[in-house]
Each structure stands twice: as C-alpha cells, then as structure tokens.
C-alpha cells in the first residue's frame, strides 16, 4: 500500500505501518466516517481513527488510544454510540491500546513473507 497517512499520534502511525505490512488487511481508511453521539446531553460528533479491510471480507472500526484514555466518560459515551452504529453492518469496533498495539505489532513481524 505505502501511502502518505494523516496521522495525529505516535501510536496511529505505528497502527498504520502495520495494517500496511499486514497480510491479512487489503486496505484500510483513515478517519473514514462520523458518528453522532450524545454526551451530557449535548450532541456531538466521533470520527473513529481507522476502518480496517480483511481479505476475508470482514471489517473492523478500530479506535487508537493510550489505555489510560479508555475509562474517561466522553470515550465511552463515543465507543457506546460507535459500537451501536456498527453493529447493523455486521462491522466490529474494537479499542487499540499499547497492548493491542504490541500483539499487532508481534504478528506483523511473525508473518510469513
């Protein structure tokens, strides 16, 4: 793939260079939609990080963010309304953190080339 990537954190680039190594992923979009969502009561707008394409042709909505983010209030009234907003697709959303980050990291370099 090696295309130019907008990326906001150090943590999404290295997310983004594995999804392009990665032989099981045939394309994935940065920042590919918006999801409304309410917070205190008070609409507002989510762009998840990255929709991920499978050769299987199944897709996941991921969401990249340090693991110390994931308990604060506003991300999980987002990932709630994401998590609801995919579910109708038959698309799952999932949270990468650090830890995420290192399995996707350990597959990539394990594959077969």
Known sequence: MKKSLHYRSGYESTIYECLDAWHEVVGFEVEPFVIPYIFQGVGHKYTPDVLVHYKDGHKEVWEIKPANQTTLERNTQKWRAAKQALESRGWDFIV???VGIDKL????K???K
């Open 105 to 108: 990291k350990t597959k990539v």
């Open 110 to 112: 394990k594959q077969t």
């Open 96 to 98: 990468m953190t650090e």
